[in-house]
């Protein structure tokens, strides 16, 4: 079981991004994921997940308005669309999977599988 997270870069502020979560070792419409990230010298936090239909979202405040998650199970992917970035939203961002798939859980303790991380650096 393995989540390839990737997409990250460095952009201005005002910038967007597409981060893409790619999963393999199993099948992606029997899981939820959700999208995490850690800021340098902070703790991990939500950004935003989805359950296994795509029908439910949710984000963290910080980010509502401004990223967007969708997914292809057909292409086993979930992806983290981020526009009008911040410097705020410098991080590291994971993908995580969540095998009770009506979840869209905010909830790290909830999610059994997690990617290695991309990095997302924004300039002021």
């Known amino acids: 079981v393995q989540l390839q997270a990737s997409g990250g870069g460095l952009v201005q502020s005002g910038g967007s991004l597409r981060l893409s979560c790619a999963v393999s070792?199993?099948?992606?419409?029997?899981?939820?994921v959700g999208w995490f990230r850690q800021a340098p010298g902070k703790e991990r936090e939500f950004v935003a997940a989805i359950n296994w239909s795509g029908a439910s979202t949710r984000y963290a405040d910080s980010v509502k308005g401004r990223f967007s998650i969708s997914r292809d199970n057909a292409k086993n992917t979930v992806y983290l669309q981020l526009n009008s970035l911040k410097p705020e939203d410098t991080a590291v961002y994971y993908c995580a999977a969540d095998r009770i798939r009506s979840h869209a859980s905010i909830a790290e303790y909830s999610y059994d599988y997690w990617g290695q991380g991309t990095v997302v650096t924004v300039s002021s």
């Open positions: 070792g199993f099948t992606l419409d029997y899981y939820a």
